[in-house]
């Protein structure tokens, strides 16, 4: 399965936005699966963000982030996006991309096959 990687982090302020992106080794992964946002603060466990299906006509956001968190394909569904605005403090987190099987999105990580390394995000209050 091709390896996914994001980009896109950083350190920014309270309020401020940012662009992840996650990209696939062989430019295509996207549209065969289902890709999920989630992210890691230090101590917790991993928390579902956003998903997008294979066609990238349907997303998925977690009430948590539903408004400020948006997730989007490009239209060569060669990367996916999570587009973050108003950022809190409470968003520091490392980010990941990962891919599943197509279907009804899933919010469980177990369910997801193939993950990036992760992106920090780090906000300043």
């Known amino acids: 399965q091709a390896q996914l990687v994001e980009s896109g982090g950083g350190s920014v302020q309270a309020g401020d936005s940012l662009r992840l992106s996650c990209s696939a080794s062989?430019?295509?992964?996207?549209?065969?699966?289902?890709t999920g946002w989630f992210r890691q603060a230090p101590g917790k466990e991993r928390e579902f963000l956003a998903a997008i299906s294979r066609s990238g006509h349907s997303t998925y956001n977690d009430d948590s982030v539903k408004g400020r968190f948006t997730v989007s394909k490009d239209k060569f569904q060669s990367r996916v996006y999570l587009q973050m605005s108003n950022l809190k403090s409470e968003d520091t987190a490392v980010y990941y991309c990962?891919?599943?099987?197509?279907?009804?999105?899933?919010?469980?990580?177990?369910?997801?096959?193939?993950w990036g390394p992760g992106t920090q995000v780090t906000v300043s209050s």
């Open positions: 062989d430019g295509r992964t996207f549209m065969w699966y289902t």
């Open positions: 990962a891919c599943a099987q197509p279907g009804n999105p899933s919010r469980l990580t177990t369910s997801y096959d193939s």
